[in-house]
């Protein structure tokens, strides 16, 4: 998952910059500066994400989204948000599972209402499939996708296949 996270910092509006390495070589790079950047968790799994990037960008600031699949509408229902402001922010959006899209899409909707540009904002997810990138991609085109992964498809209860089953319930050790 860190290097999933250090892609997915990559696309954070890098500056070329010029090094000079430890045996006095100057060598041309790339700098991303990380007190503009805005890591925002899906509450629960979204936080294993976190924790990686944290990490690797200790300077980012943190926001967290609870949203929820109803089970019986597969639709996703929003339940808490804290955001710092977003405004020019370069924001990564953490949720290791991209299913439906239908909960990264109400997400990436409470990024844009609390400032965000769509073309700042970075999903990153372990494992996808094509029918959640093709629902983000249809209604935001601008985001950019970051993935391990991308998984055959969903089954009729629209869980990711093969899959893995419920990322948070394994990442935590807890049962569904």
């Known amino acids: 998952m860190t290097i999933l996270c250090e892609e997915g910092l990559s696309y954070g509006n890098p500056e070329k910059v010029t090094i000079t390495t430890p045996t006095g070589a100057m060598v041309e790079g790339d700098h991303v500066d990380c007190s503009e950047v805005v890591a925002v968790s899906i509450i629960r799994a979204g936080d294993s994400l ?3 990037f ?22 996703p229902q929003l339940f808490y948000s804290k955001l710092p402001r977003l405004t020019s922010k370069n924001v990564m959006l953490l949720d290791p ?4 899209g239908g909960s990264a899409k109400a997400a990436i909707q409470v990024l844009l ?6 073309n700042k904002i970075v999903f990153l997810s372990v494992v996808s499939c094509p029918e ?3 629902a983000i991609h249809s209604a935001y085109p601008a985001v950019q996708i970051v993935t391990g992964t991308v998984d055959e498809g969903l089954n009729e209860k629209a869980y990711i296949v093969p899959g893995l089953g419920d990322y948070g319930d394994r990442f935590y050790g807890t049962e569904a």
């Open 54 to 75: 944290m990490n690797i960008a200790p300077e980012a600031q943190v926001g967290k989204i609870l949203i929820q699949r109803n089970e019986e509408t597969k639709q």
């Open 132 to 134: 959640g990138l093709a």
């Open 113 to 118: 209402d609390n400032g965000a540009s769509e």
């Open 97 to 100: 599972m991209l299913a439906t």
């Open 50 to 52: 976190l924790e990686c």
